[in-house]
C-alpha cells in the first residue's frame, strides 16, 4: 500500500514541478514588459500630467521601464525556481488547499511577487504619474494568453495538483498510522499473559 502511495505522489509531484514551471515562464514573459504597459496605462489616463512631460523624459522613462522589466522577470524567476516554494501548499501541515484559477490564492508564489510595483511606483513618481489608481492596485496576474499559455488555466491546474497531493500524505499517513495499531495489536495478542 506505501508504494502504491509513494507512485502516486511522485506522478502528482511531477505534475506540480512541471505546471510551476509554466506558470514561471509565463509570469516571467509577462513581467518583461509589465512596467511599460502600466506606465503606459497610467501616462494615457492621465493627460493633463503626461503633457507636461517632454519627449526626452518619456524616451528615459520608457527605457528605465524596459530595464525595470527585466530585472524583475530576473528576481520573479529566480524566486520562483525554488521548488519549495511550489510545495508549501501541499506539505504535511499545510492549510487545506483552495482550488481555484487566481494566482493571489497561492500565498507562496504571490508572496515572492511583491517587488513588483515598489520599483515601479518609484519609477512613476519621478514623472508625476502618480499613484496606482487600480482597485486592487499592484501588479494583478495576466488574465490573457501569454506564449500559448492561459494563467488562470495554469493556476487551476496546479491548486488541483497541490490539492490531490495534500490528500494523498493524509491518506499515506492514516494508512501508516492505520498499519502501525494493526501491528500494536497483533503483538499484544500474540504476547503471552503467563510469562
Do not use: C, N
Request: glycine share 4%.
Amino acid at each position: 500500500m506505501a508504494e502504491m502511495f509513494d507512485e502516486q505522489m511522485k506522478a502528482v509531484r511531477h505534475r506540480i514541478e512541471e505546471t510551476a514551471a509554466e506558470i514561471r515562464e509565463l509570469l516571467v514573459d509577462d513581467l518583461r514588459t509589465y512596467p511599460d504597459r502600466e506606465l503606459k496605462r497610467r501616462f494615457l489616463a492621465q493627460p493633463e500630467r503626461a503633457e507636461g512631460i517632454t519627449d526626452k523624459e518619456l524616451q528615459q522613462l520608457r527605457s528605465s521601464a524596459a530595464a525595470l522589466g527585466d530585472r524583475l522577470a530576473a528576481q520573479v524567476q529566480a524566486a520562483l525556481a525554488d521548488e519549495k516554494v511550489w510545495f508549501e501548499l501541499a506539505g504535511d501541515d499545510a492549510e487545506e488547499v483552495a482550488e481555484g484559477k487566481d494566482l493571489r490564492q497561492i500565498g507562496p508564489v504571490w508572496a515572492r511577487l511583491a517587488v513588483v510595483d515598489a520599483e515601479l511606483t518609484e519609477l512613476a513618481s519621478r514623472v508625476d504619474l502618480g499613484q496606482d489608481d487600480r482597485k486592487p492596485s499592484g501588479y494583478a496576474p495576466p488574465r490573457r494568453f501569454i506564449g500559448r499559455r492561459y494563467l488562470p488555466t495554469l493556476v487551476e491546474a496546479y491548486t488541483r495538483a497541490a490539492s490531490e497531493l495534500q490528500m494523498l500524505l493524509q491518506s499515506s499517513a492514516q494508512e501508516r498510522a492505520a498499519e502501525i495499531k494493526r501491528s500494536l495489536s497483533a503483538r499484544w495478542s500474540a504476547a503471552s499473559q503467563d510469562d
